[in-house]
């Protein structure tokens, strides 16, 4: 791991501990995030995205083996989707707990999606909670596939702007979206 990523991983770490919002490289497209638990810094992504509060963001969690903590009962067939999956996989699950209660939809459910990237995994971990994930963009507007494709309204509204991986290019999307019910049957809601 390089010196300037350990870097922006403390600094980030210490940031989402005092409630701030970071625009961010995550496993897949650019995102806004803070701590999940932290409710005051999830209505600030609310009020920064102008998004309606009853629709819901990601959580990323940096180990499957976490996920009992965030959801009352996770169906085993989680864990075989999120170890096989060839791209990045978010899934819905019923009964979140354990995160602001702004972040869960109001069916109980909430999506969550374990990240293989370093630098998010890094922050997961020394945070110690899950972060908010949600693409850098105003409510309806399109999701920048790019860092230089996020508007400057975005860059200017986050606390702080984490810099590394600020010119990769990568043919990535959003992540596939499934919902999946206690009893092991899911829908696809995103692909």
């Not at 996020?150 to 702080?160: M, N």
Request: proline fraction near 4%; include cysteine.
């Amino acid at each position: 791991m390089s010196e300037k990523l350990k870097q922006e991983i403390e600094k980030s770490v210490a940031l989402l501990k005092q409630g701030k919002i970071l625009l961010y490289p995550t496993d897949t497209i650019w995102g806004i995030g803070c701590d999940a638990t932290n409710t005051k810094a999830v209505e600030k992504v609310f009020r920064l995205k102008d998004r309606h509060k009853h629709k819901s963001m990601i959580v990323l969690l940096d180990s499957a083996d976490k996920l009992s903590l965030y959801v009352d009962k996770v169906p085993q067939i989680a864990y075989d989707l999120i170890e096989n999956a060839a791209s990045p996989i978010t899934i819905v699950y019923s009964n979140a707990k354990n995160l602001s209660k702004k972040l869960i939809a109001s069916d109980g459910s909430i999506a969550i999606r374990v990240v293989k990237d370093d630098y998010c995994l890094e922050v997961i971990k020394k945070l110690g909670h899950p972060l908010v994930s949600t693409s850098a963009n105003i409510s309806d507007e399109p999701a920048p596939q790019t860092f230089n494709q996020i508007a400057d309204i975005i860059k200017e509204r986050v606390d702080y702007v984490v810099d590394i991986h600020r010119s990769r290019i990568r043919n990535i999307r959003p992540s596939t979206i499934i919902k999946l019910e206690e009893t092991g049957t899911f829908s696809i809601l995103r692909l």
